[in-house]
């Protein structure tokens, strides 16, 4: 493991985090009391958000099998969250035990979890960054990533369930186009992001519940997610509510378009 930047922030546990809130959705362990309580408070809102959040965490280990039979064999996750087996890395080393994935999040509980978890294949490589999308440049400057990854060679970027954290004044699109923009040519954007477009008063009420914890908060609509890949090219089937993302299991009881309330694709730059 490798990281740039230092845990030797204080872990704030007097207000909520998406991270570890996103890690109780999952059933997962590494949450205090204020995350349970505000996470409840979010699923009180938002009934089936735990069913949400695995129909999310499916599409990424579908998208990062395709992108590997594509040969993509580097892979850069922003907004990786807490470990929660299989991570990106697994999956894509499950398929090509040579990828090689960084890792970056500014969360310093992440990156304690992430020293301790995050065990590369012997022939692929795993790296952390501790660093905010909002700030690319410090993503994209991180002598990690150079060391780990070729930037000159094929990269997949991937920011799921991130982007309805950075609302408008934090200049997402900007940021989006500032990361696809250092990558080469034969690279791709994989992307989820939560929608009102199914459910909007239920998911007004659960922003108003982020807020309420002074998480920001920003959901979008489809044509809102599209933009994201301005300039790209969208694979089949486009941007899609994830269970219809190529599945390729059996159906998941009680899921369907309110109930998980995210779009995501995955797209090719020329």
């Known amino acids: 493991m490798t990281d740039s930047g230092h845990a030797a922030e204080q ?122 999308v909002r700030d690319p440049d410090s993503i994209l400057d991180a002598a990690v990533l150079h060391e780990t990854l070729d930037m000159s060679r094929p990269v997949a970027l991937s920011l799921n369930a991130l982007l309805h954290f950075v609302p408008d004044e934090d200049k997402p699109y900007e940021v989006v186009a500032r990361l696809v923009e250092a990558l080469p040519s034969g690279s791709y954007l994989v992307l989820s992001h939560c929608t009102p477009d199914f459910a909007p008063e239920m998911w007004k009420n659960v922003v108003e519940v982020y807020h309420r914890g002074g998480i920001p908060a920003q959901v979008r609509s489809k044509e809102e997610v599209l933009r994201f890949f301005d300039g790209l090219e969208l694979i089949e089937p486009g941007v899609e509510v994830p269970h219809r993302w190529r599945p390729d299991g059996p159906a998941q009881p009680g899921v369907d378009d309110a109930t998980v309330s995210f779009f995501v694709g995955v797209a090719r730059k020329p």
């Open 11 to 132: 872990i704030d546990t007097s207000k909520p985090h998406p991270a570890r809130m996103y890690d109780y959705y999952l059933g997962g362990k590494d949450n205090y009391q204020v995350d349970v309580e505000a996470a409840g408070a979010v699923e009180a809102a938002f009934p089936t958000i735990k069913t949400c959040a695995r129909t999310n965490r499916l599409f990424m280990h579908r998208a990062t099998r395709v992108l590997a039979t594509l040969g993509i064999r580097q892979f850069l996750d922003i907004g990786t969250g807490l470990p929660t087996s299989p991570n990106l890395h697994q999956v894509a080393q499950a398929a090509a035990p040579e990828s090689r994935v960084v890792y970056a999040d500014y969360d310093p509980s992440v990156l304690v979890h992430a020293r301790a978890l995050l065990r590369s294949s012997p022939e692929g490589r795993t790296a952390y960054i501790q660093a905010d």
